[in-house]
């Protein structure tokens, strides 16, 4: 676990590393997304579904920018 940390505050770029990235960006797209699906769609469809759909929605813009950038990353 050390190693790890230590892997991800220095910048280094390992398999366990772009797993840890790669799940931490989903979380915060999944986040993102719905605060704003409730702001853009809250009074129109209810803040529930709105969050829910935009919780939905979020990460399929996010993922696949944040895994090429760390594939990128990766070989340079």
Same mark, same amino acid.
């Given at each position: ?17 772009? &797993? ?7 979380? =915060?797209?999944? @986040?993102? +997304? #719905?605060?704003? /699906?409730m $702001? &853009? ?7 529930? =579904?709105?969050? @829910?759909? +935009? #919780?939905?929605? /979020?990460? $399929? ?8 950038? =760390? ?6």
């Amino acid at each position: 676990m050390k190693n790890l940390l230590r892997a991800i505050a220095e910048g280094q770029l390992n398999t366990a590393s772009i &797993l840890v990235w790669t799940v931490v960006s989903i979380l =915060l797209s999944v @986040a993102a +997304g #719905a605060v704003s /699906g409730m $702001v &853009l769609a809250g009074k129109d469809l209810g803040n529930q =579904l709105a969050a @829910a759909m +935009g #919780a939905m929605f /979020g990460p $399929v813009a996010a993922a696949p920018g944040v895994l090429a950038a =760390l594939i990128v990353l990766a070989f340079f």
